[in-house]
């Protein structure tokens, strides 16, 4: 029985902590500049991927998402290492998750043209 509690109270913790971080990363809400940088963005793979009205719709909200922790983190306090190091995990995170929103054609021709379309931002030392 003791076992049995200790793995419910383990089990709810994780559940808190990922809900926590969830709702902070998705809580955000982008800003009118932000919104219409995003859109830019969008508007430029448009042309290159060819997107069905959903996938644009998601990848809008993504790089919403995205362009307002850029700079959240650009504006922050921490180091350049510590922000060059953030920067380049959510540039992948970004990855990640338009993967699921795009075909794997699509996804391709995304990391092809994405250095020129969406840059990842770099703080130099």
Known sequence: MKNFIQLI???????????????????NKATPA?????????LKFDDVLSLTEK???LFKNKQAEFVYANEAVLNSERSKKEINGILLALYQEQANEMKE???PPQFDL??????????????LK
């Open 9 to 27: 109270t383990v089990a709810f913790s994780l559940l808190i902590t990922t809900n926590a971080f969830a709702q902070g990363y998705t809580t």
């Open 34 to 42: 932000q919104e219409k940088k995003a859109d830019d963005i969008v």
């Open 55 to 57: 996938q644009e719709l």
């Open 101 to 103: 929103i795009l075909t």
């Open 110 to 123: 995304y990391v092809q043209y994405r250095s020129k379309y969406d840059p990842l931002f770099v703080i």
